[in-house]
């Protein structure tokens, strides 16, 4: 099964595939669960996981998050990259995070 369109994983980070359709189920389950642990939980590899700000959204946490999630996406996401990171705001006035994807 492939993702074919903008997917919200958490409320603070969309998933959005550079190329439409190309991302497998699989691949989406792997960026989830990265996204929903908070690293310190995984007994065999602490580091894993992405650590949101939820507090103020200064541009030295939003810089440090988008460092955090490529990193991360680089070394527990096997073939697949990021292409491009973005903070955008909803129409509540929320600030999540766009991560545009594409196969490496």
């Known amino acids: 099964?492939?993702?074919?369109?903008?997917?919200?994983?958490?409320p603070y980070?969309?998933?959005?595939?550079e190329e439409p359709g190309t991302m497998t189920q699989?691949?989406?389950?792997?960026?989830?669960?990265?996204f929903c642990t908070r690293p310190g939980t995984q007994a065999l590899d602490r580091e894993y996981?992405?650590?949101?700000p939820i507090d103020e959204l200064t541009?030295?946490?939003?810089?440090?998050?988008?460092q955090e999630v490529v990193q991360k996406m680089r070394r527990y996401i096997a073939g697949t990259d990021v292409r491009d990171t973005d903070w955008k705001?909803?129409?509540?006035?929320?600030?999540?995070l766009e991560v545009i994807t594409y196969d490496a």
């Open 59 to 66: 541009p030295v946490a939003k810089a440090l998050c988008e």
């Open 49 to 52: 996981g992405v650590l949101f």
């Open 13 to 17: 980070v969309l998933i959005s595939p």
């Open 26 to 34: 699989d691949k989406w389950e792997r960026i989830t669960v990265l």
């Open 89 to 96: 705001s909803d129409a509540e006035g929320r600030n999540y």
């Open 1 to 10: 099964m492939k993702i074919s369109t903008y997917s919200q994983v958490l």
